[in-house]
């Protein structure tokens, strides 16, 4: 296929219609889940194609829903023209600043060396300047409690436009705590994980002071080793003190020059990061788009490398199981299959979707049910669900002794504190139900119950809302920028505490809100969000959705992939 043909598949996209008749938008999300593949029309599932053969459904053994509903055009417009005038304004405040007509309180070089190389980048920082110290008040809020279900806040105040903030000695008690990644709500000072590890710490101390190729490898490491290769169903497996490490440096020892690695468009920084630092060839697919995925990997055999034409020594597809901006969940049985296919790897990070997603918390594999020996690299954290620290990777026992030798994480980092490696084996254990109670089957059930509720009664309530059906994440659209500080500044005064996220995190008309689901949320505590958000949303004009189910909703028991 030529480069020109390629162009031409992947332009030419036919997207369904809605249900209320418009076009799906090009907004990277909606497009994204429609069906790339030109010559064939959609097929519901049982339908049988032109030539008599059923679609290739049996790789999903249930149904998976995703909603990714288009940005009302009147907002897009209203957007873009916010940020213009934002930008307007900035500009003539720099201008001010020039003159020393207005305060500035950003870093600027000294008038003895202006000659010199600059250190500062004046343009570079125009965003900070003048969009993000509008809002800078919704992020970097400190605590001074546990960040459980509820939690305290320590009341600030900025005399100069967020550019400083100081203390008022206030605490602001009781906020219900939404933004969290307490999935499973391990994150708690009393119960079994917390006396557990005072007890470990009375035993081995707070730090190891050593490496774990020296003096720094304890008994507890290896039993928390051997429990997360049980828990996760693999040979071996291997922890690490930091989880954004564990991608940062193992896929450097994974992958080198004359490697290929395709990764999600979506990915996290510390997968970019990680692939980048490796040195190998990197290519990016559309999010979570199985045709955009294969027509790489089909490139990849065909051409190989770059003016040599030699094979890639090895191709590595880089996915996560929940994608923690969008909340929505890999298509794991049809990259499975299309590294089958293709005879490549895949590394699949967890971090959000091990111990929150599947019947018995093991993740993404685990909600799919499929063989946790058909994914090459296994990687998740414990700052999520386990209310601890540090991330793994599990796989062969060849890899895991692979990466001993070769992780700069491994060889170079300190070992994993003795209370953090113990509150992980503690809430393992309860998932697993190994504690002979069946706390850990409860937590699942809760969560499962609370995500479905809270994405129930926000889409009733008529906001627009991203992601899976099962994800605990969920992401409500925001758009607008004013509208991005005054969400978390109203949702506060309500005693809720809410992540907002906008520009350049997100697209520039997409800005959003973020709710993480824990199962120490009770019914009680996501009434009052939803009371609140109702209030909020009426305020702040948020329920653009018109119909309920929404406009555009990507329904897929079928593959994206042909027989």
Not at 242 to 251: C, D, P, Q, R, V
Request: aromatic share 10%; charged share 20%.
């Amino acid at each position: 296929m030529t480069e020109s043909s390629a162009n031409k598949l992947l332009n030419g996209d036919v997207c369904r219609r809605t249900s209320s008749g418009q076009k799906t938008s090009k907004n990277g999300f909606v497009k994204n889940h429609c069906l790339f593949q030109q010559p064939q029309k959609y097929r519901r599932p049982g339908e049988k194609n032109q030539h008599g053969a059923h679609s290739n459904s049996s790789l999903y053994k249930r149904p998976f829903v995703e909603s990714f509903e288009q940005t009302p055009l009147l907002v897009a417009v209203l957007t873009y023209v916010g940020y213009g005038i934002l930008t307007i304004f900035g500009y003539l405040r720099d201008f001010l600043r020039h003159w020393n007509i207005g305060k500035c309180s950003m870093a600027r070089e000294r008038e003895e060396q202006k000659d010199f190389v600059p250190l500062y980048q004046d343009f570079e920082n125009f965003y900070t300047r003048n969009l993000y110290m509008r809002i800078r008040d919704n992020w970097n809020r400190p605590i001074c409690s546990v960040p459980g279900a509820k939690m305290d806040l320590v009341e600030r105040v900025s005399p100069d436009y967020n550019w400083t903030f100081q203390h008022t000695g206030k605490v602001v008690k009781d906020v219900i705590n939404m933004g969290s990644y307490n999935y499973l709500g391990f994150a708690e000072n009393t119960g079994p994980c917390a006396d557990a590890a005072v007890e470990v710490t009375h035993k081995y101390g707070v730090g190891v002071g050593s490496t774990r190729c020296e003096l720094g490898n304890l008994d507890i490491h290896e039993e928390m080793e051997q429990l997360i290769a049980r828990f996760l169903g693999v040979e071996s497996a291997m922890a690490f003190g930091m989880g954004f490490a564990t991608n940062s440096m193992n896929i450097p020892a994974l992958t080198g020059k004359g490697c290929l690695i395709l990764s999600d468009e979506l990915n996290h920084a510390s997968l970019v990061l990680g692939a980048r630092l490796s040195g190998s060839t990197i290519r990016v697919f559309k999010h979570n788009n199985m045709q955009s995925l294969e027509k790489l990997l089909r490139d990849a055999i065909v051409h190989g490398q770059p003016r040599t034409h030699r094979p890639w020594r090895k191709i590595l597809i880089i996915v996560e199981g929940i994608y923690s901006m969008e909340g929505s969940i890999v298509r794991l049985p049809e990259v499975i299959a299309l590294k089958k296919r293709y005879k490549a790897y895949v590394y699949l990070d967890e971090a959000h979707s091990i111990g929150a997603l599947g019947p018995h918390g093991k993740g993404v594999v685990d909600y799919f049910g499929l063989d946790p020996t058909d994914v090459d690299v296994m990687m998740g954290t414990f700052t999520k669900s386990f209310g601890s620290a540090g991330g793994y990777i599990g796989g062969k026992k060849e890899l895991i002794d692979y990466l001993r030798q070769h992780s700069h994480s491994a060889l170079y980092a300190t070992s994993m504190p003795p209370p953090v490696a113990q509150q992980i084996i503690t809430s393992m254990k309860i998932i697993m139900g190994e504690d002979g109670t069946t706390r850990g089957a409860d937590r699942l059930q809760q969560l499962s119950e609370n995500t479905t509720y809270f994405r129930r009664k926000l889409r009733e309530m008529g906001v627009i809302i991203y992601g899976n059906k099962d994800s605990p994440v969920v992401p409500v659209m925001l758009y607008m920028p004013a509208k991005i500080g005054a969400f978390g500044r109203e949702m506060l005064r309500r005693n809720i505490g809410t992540v907002v996220v906008g520009f350049p995190a997100t697209p520039i008309i997409e800005s959003r809100a973020r709710f993480c689901i824990s199962a120490a949320h009770t019914r009680e505590m996501l009434d009052t969000v939803l009371e609140a958000m109702n209030e909020v949303g009426d305020l702040l004009q948020l329920k653009y959705s018109r119909q309920s189910p929404p406009s555009i909703r990507w329904t897929s028991e079928e593959s994206q992939l042909q027989d």
